[in-house]
Nanobody, 129 residues
Framework: QVQLVESGGGSVQAGGSLRLSCAAP????????MGWFRQAPGKEREGVAA?????????YYADSVKGRFTISQDNAKNTLYLQMNSLKPEDTAMYYC?????????????????????WGQGTQVTVSS
C-alpha cells in the first residue's frame, strides 16, 4: 500500500497563506504526474494544480487558483508542495495530494480523479472571512 503523507493544513483568515506538503515513496514518486485536489462539503472533488515529477513538464492550475497558488517539488525529498497565498473563504476544503496511475506520462492538465492511482489522506484548510 503506497502512502502519501500530507501536512500543512490549518485555519487562516482571508488573505493569509498556507503551504501544504506531500511526501511519497521514491519508487512511486518519480516520473509521474502529481497534483492536488480539494473537496468542499457538498461539492465534487476538483483538481487544483498538477506538475510532472520528472521535470520538463508544464504545471497546470485550476482557473479559480491561478495567480494565488503555486505547485512545486523537491525531488531530493520526494515531496510535492502547494503554496497558497491570498486565501479566500471559498478555498475552504479538504485538500488531497495524488499521483497518476501511469509512470512516464506528462501532465496534460490538472489531474482527473479517474487518472489517480494513489491518494493522500487529506488535510483540512479553513479560511475565515
Amino acid at each position: 500500500q503506497v502512502q502519501l503523507v500530507e501536512s500543512g493544513g490549518g485555519s487562516v483568515q482571508a488573505g493569509g497563506s498556507l503551504r501544504l506538503s506531500c511526501a511519497a515513496p521514491k519508487a512511486t514518486y518519480s516520473f509521474r504526474c502529481m497534483g492536488w485536489f480539494r473537496q468542499a462539503p457538498g461539492k465534487e472533488r476538483e483538481g487544483v494544480a498538477a506538475t510532472y515529477t520528472g521535470g520538463g513538464g508544464t504545471t497546470y492550475y485550476a482557473d479559480s487558483v491561478k495567480g494565488r497558488f503555486t505547485i512545486s517539488q523537491d525531488n531530493a525529498k520526494n515531496t510535492l508542495y502547494l503554496q497558497m497565498n491570498s486565501l479566500k473563504p471559498e478555498d475552504t476544503a479538504m485538500y488531497y495530494c495524488a499521483l497518476e496511475s501511469f509512470r512516464g506520462r506528462y501532465c496534460s492538465g490538472v489531474l482527473r480523479s479517474a487518472d489517480v492511482g494513489y491518494w493522500g489522506q487529506g488535510t483540512q484548510v479553513t479560511v475565515s472571512s
